[in-house]
């Protein structure tokens, strides 16, 4: 089992930026692919980012590719999201997911789900 708790959101203005945390608990979070989603109301959730287990492999999607970035630290068991010149339509809540054990490449298949928070980016 791995537990994931995400932090870091709030409110801020467009042009702004954010840095979103997700700390894990649990068993082996090293050998988990760590992704970024987001889902705004309404709307279906949307896949934002993920790193491989070795940090070796970095995937975004179109519409965060040159805004976002993703990072993990092993050691200290957390994935982060930074967020530079956010937009009204980035608002969402945002979650943080676990998945591909032992496997490097692009990730599509999560395990683990936190609770997500929510960033609201006002115009």
């Known amino acids: 089992q791995v537990q994931l708790v995400e932090s870091g959101g709030g409110l801020v203005q467009a042009g702004g930026s954010l840095r979103l945390s997700c700390a894990a608990s649990g068993r082996a979070f090293s050998n988990y692919a760590m992704g970024w989603f987001r889902q705004a109301p309404g709307k279906e959730r949307e896949f934002l980012a993920v790193?491989?287990?070795?940090?070796?492999?970095?995937y975004y999607a179109d519409s965060v590719k040159g805004r976002f970035d993703i990072s993990r630290d092993n050691a200290k068991s957390t994935v982060w999201l930074q967020m530079n010149s956010l937009r009204p339509e980035d608002t969402a809540v945002y979650f943080c997911?676990?998945?591909?054990?032992?496997?490097?490449?692009?990730?599509?298949?999560?395990?683990?789900w936190g609770q997500g928070t929510q960033v609201t980016v006002s115009s």
């Open positions: 790193v491989d287990w070795s940090v070796v492999t970095k």
């Open positions: 997911a676990a998945g591909c054990y032992g496997r490097g490449g692009r990730c599509r298949d999560y395990t683990y």
